[in-house]
C-alpha cells in the first residue's frame, strides 16, 4: 500500500531563516506531488505540483519554491521566511491525468516568529 | 472556471441523528466530486468520490453522498452521527472539461461539523 510522509510535523523558525520541509511517498512509481498550504485551518491553497523528477508548476507567486529530486521526493523551500508564510503545510499525491483522488501526508505546522 | 461551495460554515447535529453536510459546485463540463475529512492538526482523509455511474456513492466510516446534476450539488450524508465524527470536512471537484493533472482540484472552504453527546 502506498504512504506518504512529511517532515517535520512542527517548526518554529525566526523571520528571514531558511526553510526545507520535505515529503515522500512509498509504494508508487510517478506520482504526482502537490505542495498546499493552509490558513487558519481552512481552506486549502495549492502552492506547486509535480509531475515528474525536475518538472515543478507553481500556482501562487511567492517567497517559496519547491523541488523533485527524485521520484517520490518532494521538497518546499525558502530563502528567507516572512511572517507570512506561517500555516500548516501539506503534500499529496495522486495517480496520472485521470479520476484519481490526492491522498494528503501528515502536514507541518511552521510558524514563523 | 471551476468553484465549490460549501453554505454552512458550521453544521451541528446530536449523537444518533442523522448528518447532511451540503456541497455545490460549477463547472464547465462533466464534475468529478470528492469529500475528505480533517481531524484537528493532521492531513486531510479521502472519504469518497464521484466520477460517473450511480449517484448515491458509499465511502469510508459510513458516509455517503448523492449526487445531483440539476442542483449542482454533492451533500455529504450519515445515518447515524458519532461523536468522534466530529472534524473539518472539504468537498472538492475536478472539471472534466480542463483536463490537465491534479492542479485542477479545487477545494471548498470546508465546514466545521460538532456532533453533541
Known amino acids: 500500500s502506498q504512504t506518504i510522509h512529511q517532515w517535520p510535523a512542527t517548526l518554529v523558525q525566526p523571520v528571514g531563516s531558511p526553510l526545507s520541509l520535505e515529503c515522500t511517498v512509498e509504494?508508487?512509481?510517478?506520482?504526482?506531488l502537490y505542495w498546499y498550504r493552509q490558513a487558519a485551518g481552512r481552506g486549502l491553497q495549492l502552492l506547486f505540483y509535480?509531475?515528474?523528477?525536475?518538472?515543478i508548476s507553481s500556482e501562487v507567486p511567492q517567497n517559496l519554491s519547491a523541488s523533485r529530486p527524485q521520484d517520490r521526493q518532494f521538497i518546499l523551500s525558502s530563502k528567507k521566511l516572512l511572517l507570512s508564510d506561517s500555516g500548516f503545510y501539506l503534500c499529496?499525491?495522486?495517480?496520472?491525468?485521470?479520476?484519481?483522488?490526492?491522498?494528503f501526508g501528515p502536514g507541518t505546522r511552521l510558524t514563523v516568529t | 472556471a471551476q468553484s465549490v461551495a460549501q453554505p454552512e460554515d458550521q453544521v451541528n447535529v446530536a449523537e444518533g441523528n442523522p448528518l447532511t453536510v451540503k456541497c455545490t459546485y460549477s463547472?464547465?463540463?462533466?464534475?468529478?466530486l470528492f469529500w475528505y475529512v480533517q481531524y484537528p492538526n493532521r492531513g486531510l482523509q479521502f472519504l469518497l468520490k464521484?466520477?460517473?455511474?450511480?449517484?448515491l456513492v458509499k465511502g469510508s466510516y459510513g458516509f455517503e453522498a448523492e449526487f445531483n446534476k440539476s442542483q449542482t450539488s454533492f451533500h455529504l450524508k450519515k445515518p447515524s452521527a458519532l461523536v468522534s465524527d466530529s472534524a473539518l470536512y472539504f468537498c472538492?471537484?475536478?472539471?472534466?472539461?480542463?483536463?490537465?493533472?491534479?492542479?485542477?482540484?479545487?477545494f471548498g472552504p470546508g465546514t466545521r461539523l460538532s456532533v453533541l453527546p
Open positions: 499529496a499525491w495522486s495517480e496520472g491525468q485521470g479520476a484519481y483522488e490526492q491522498y
Open positions: 509504494g508508487t512509481s510517478n506520482p504526482n
Open positions: 509535480s509531475v515528474g523528477i525536475g518538472q
Open positions: 463547472v464547465s463540463g462533466n464534475p468529478y
Open positions: 464521484y466520477i460517473t455511474g450511480d449517484n
Open positions: 472538492a471537484v475536478r472539471d472534466t472539461a480542463r483536463g490537465g493533472y491534479g492542479q485542477n482540484f479545487v
